[in-house]
Structure formats: C-alpha cells, structure tokens
C-alpha cells in the first residue's frame, strides 16, 4: 500500500520560513493536496494540486512536489499558523485516499 | 455556499453498528460536483479516510475498513450515511463528512462528530 511520510514536528520563529515535507514513492507523479487543521476545528485545505491556493488562503503558503518529495512552505511564519498539517494523495491503482501522518508546526 | 452537518449517535457499544448521517445544505448531493466522503480522526492521532461516494458508480473505501464500511446516498433527504459494522474501542474517533473532487481536494467539511465505542 501507498505510504506518505511527514515530520512529527516542526518550529520556526516568528516571521521565518517553514518549510513541511512529505515524502512517498514517485509522489511527484501524484496530486498532493495539504490540510491545517487548528486544535478542535476542521481541516482547512491550504494547497491543492501540487502549488494551487484556494480562495482565501494566503500568498504566504505555497506548495511544491517533485520526485519522491512535496512540499508546503509557509513565509514569514505568523502565530496563527501554529497546527497540524497533513498532506495527501489519491492512490489511483487501487482507488483510496492516503494521508500522511501530519506535521505539528510550532511557532516558537 | 455548501455546508455540511455530521449526526449520529455519540455512543455506540462494542460489535455493534456505528451510523452518521451527513446532511448537505448549499447544493444538491445528486449535482455530480462532488465526491461525498468520510474521514476520521482518533483523539490526538492524524487523520484517516473512511471512503466515499459519487452519484453515480460504486463507493470507494479505505481497504482496512472495506469489510466493514457502507457508505450510501439518499438524494431525496440531500443526506448521505456512514455505517460501520463491528465497532470495536479502536473505532472511538472524530468522524468528518467532507465534499472533495475526485483526487481529493475539498473545501467543504462539517464540524464533526464525536463517536465513542464503549460498553
């Protein structure tokens, strides 16, 4: 089966950059869609289709996906970004949906 | 605007059903815009899909769940069910009902549902 590989953790400073990877065989090959999800709310779709931001999200967060990396970048990192993010795919040869086990950001 | 609400029993004992109801306001489940699915989210854990369903084909479920998953549609009450059989204390989650196109990118998720399975 599919498996996507994300960092328990990550922690930057306020106003730095984070950068939260996900990692699967050939992934660059795949859609990859990134979810925030604050403590006790719903998961917020922040990046469709590799690089896509839905309406408003901001320019802040950006997505990147090649090879067996994606990746979701967050610019000049702010306090209300501190969440959880998850990436995921469709797993098109057996038709399920696969998400990786999700990054706690920490905004120090 | 599509909003979506999850219901259900928030508790259910051991070996026996588990059913949601996600009802759908904003737009018409029959419409072909979206792909109806399910995903949960055991406390402290990340998030893991469930299945889902078009308005037309069969459902697609998560294969750890197959055996004991359905999920349907019922285009006259704009609703769409969970039933997971056999519930076990593993089943204990948050379960979200979210409207997603068909690689899985949706805006539209209800609030949740806690479900706890416990005798």
């Known amino acids: 089966s599919y498996a996507l590989t994300q960092p328990p953790s990550v922690s930057v400073a306020p106003g730095e950059t984070a950068r939260m990877t996900c990692g699967g065989n050939n992934i660059g090959s795949k859609s990859v869609h990134w979810y925030q999800q604050r403590p006790g709310q719903a998961p917020l779709l922040v990046i469709s289709?590799?690089?896509d931001r839905p309406s408003g999200i901001p320019e802040r967060f950006s997505g990147s996906n090649s090879g067996n990396t994606a990746t979701l970048t967050i610019s000049g990192v702010e306090a209300g970004d501190e969440a959880d993010y998850y990436c995921h795919v469709w797993e098109s040869s057996s038709d399920y949906l696969v998400f990786g086990g999700g990054t706690k950001l920490t905004v120090l | 605007q599509v909003q979506l609400q999850e219901s259900g029993p928030g508790l259910v004992r051991p070996s026996q059903t588990l059913t949601l109801t996600c009802t759908v306001s904003?737009?018409?489940?029959?419409?072909?815009?979206?792909?109806w699915s399910w995903i949960r989210q055991p406390a402290g854990k990340g998030l893991e899909w469930v299945g889902r369903i078009y308005t037309s084909g069969s459902p697609n479920y998560n294969p750890s769940l197959k055996s004991r998953v359905t999920i349907q549609l019922d285009t006259s009450k704009n609703q769409f069910s969970l039933k997971l059989t056999s519930v076990i204390a593993a089943d204990t989650a948050v379960y979200y009902c979210?409207?997603?196109?068909?690689?899985?990118?949706?805006?539209?998720w209800g609030q949740g549902a806690q479900v706890t399975v416990s005798s």
């Open positions: 904003g737009g018409s489940i029959g419409s072909g815009t979206y792909y």
């Open positions: 289709y590799d690089s």
């Open positions: 979210a409207g997603m196109d068909y690689y899985g990118s949706g805006t539209h």
